[in-house]
């Protein structure tokens, strides 16, 4: 008879704000440059032919109020607050027109980067996987209704590092609108349930130390804060 060796780990859970259940994760697809002032910051330029794109591991997920260790490898861990469309519905090669119905969701998140490896596999033109996907890389607030939040646009987007603004921006300045990109990004993976999709981060991005915390806000969004302690 064939076992399993050891038991496997449980979904990643994200509560919705209204208290009426849980979201179980199960990809995390992440757009890179999708605001034009960080990508101006990072001494770089947006790519305006196409979207593009990494993924971080969902078992690297932290809910919001969590404290996590200084992550090892680096000195430059930074934070970099973004907006986190959570998919409801299954969708290949969706028109443009129809991708909005794709969405369940949305949260306030933070994507933490190993800001000095990230920026050594850029200069060997090598993949991103060590900056970007580690414990505790992806944080994500609690979950509200596609519906009760509205269309993406006007609302704003903002962070604080013990409690003085570092991220100051509006969702209008994406480069790339939400349904731009489930279009774009259904074109390359069969999207699914489960799928979320963090946007990209505009300018202000920076280092974090131990000791620091982190509270983001979208407008109609449940805040995500981050504490970070000790390097273990």
């Known amino acids: 008879m064939t076992s399993i060796l050891f038991p496997p780990s449980a979904p990643v859970l994200v509560p919705l704000r209204d208290g009426a259940g849980f979201y179980p994760v199960s990809r995390i697809f992440c757009v890179g440059r999708n605001y034009a002032d960080h990508a101006k910051e990072m ?45 409801g519905a299954a969708g290949f090669r969706v028109p443009e027109a129809q991708a909005m119905g794709l969405v369940f969701g949305y949260a306030a998140g933070l994507d933490m980067t190993r800001r000095d490896l990230q920026g050594a596999a850029k200069d060997k033109r090598r993949p ?55 279009a774009h990004l259904s074109t390359l993976y069969h999207l699914a349930p489960g799928d979320l999709i963090y946007t990209g981060t ?10 620091d915390r982190l509270h983001g806000e979208i407008d109609g969004l449940g805040p995500v804060d981050l504490a970070i302690a000790a390097a273990e």
Request: glycine share 10%.
């Open 128 to 182: 991103w996987d060590t900056g970007k996907d580690f414990e505790n890389a992806a944080v994500i607030g609690p979950l509200t209704r596609a519906g009760e939040f509205g269309l993406p646009g006007p609302q704003a987007i903002t962070l604080d590092l013990n409690g003085e603004p570092v991220q100051r921006s509006h969702l209008s300045e994406m480069v790339w609108s939400v349904a731009e990109i489930i």
């Open 43 to 87: 001494g770089a330029e947006v790519d305006r032919e196409a979207p593009f794109y990494f993924t971080k591991s969902s078992a690297h997920l932290v809910l919001s109020g969590a404290t996590v260790p200084y992550p090892p490898g680096t000195r430059d861990f930074h934070h970099e607050m973004e907006f986190v469309v959570a998919l």
């Open 202 to 211: 505009p300018a202000g991005v920076g280092p974090v130390t131990p000791g």
